[in-house]
């Protein structure tokens, strides 16, 4: 069955970094569109980025444009988002996700931006 595991989130100083990984398995990796979300505090879930197959094209959210990088290694089946110059609104629980018809989501990571 699908699974994603996420990895990689903590505390962090505004202005300050975070790499996130997101292994997956259960499913052909390098076949997939793969996307983070999060999910703010009394806010629903919102894409942040996604990769396309095969070339890895990208595409942001606006509010993260130039601070985050989405990458992915099929070899090693692992999604990863590069969060750099991390603001306190960047706060919230990351989230992998998988669309092949339904959605497949991981149990999420928190990422808590604050002095």
């Known amino acids: 069955q699908v699974q994603l595991v996420e990895s990689g989130g903590g505390l962090v100083h505004p202005g300050g970094s975070l790499r996130l990984s997101c292994a997956a398995s259960g499913f052909t990796f390098s076949n997939y569109v793969m996307n983070w979300y999060h999910q703010a505090p009394g806010k629903g879930r919102e894409l942040v980025a996604s990769i396309v197959v095969p070339v890895g094209v990208t595409s942001y959210a606006d509010s993260v444009k130039g601070r985050f990088t989405i990458s992915r290694d099929n070899a090693k089946k692992t999604v990863y988002l590069q969060m750099n110059s991390l603001k306190p609104e960047d706060t919230a629980v990351y989230y992998c996700?998988?669309?092949?018809?339904?959605?497949?989501w991981g149990q999420g990571t928190q990422v808590t931006v604050s002095s």
């Open positions: 996700n998988l669309h092949r018809g339904n959605d497949y």
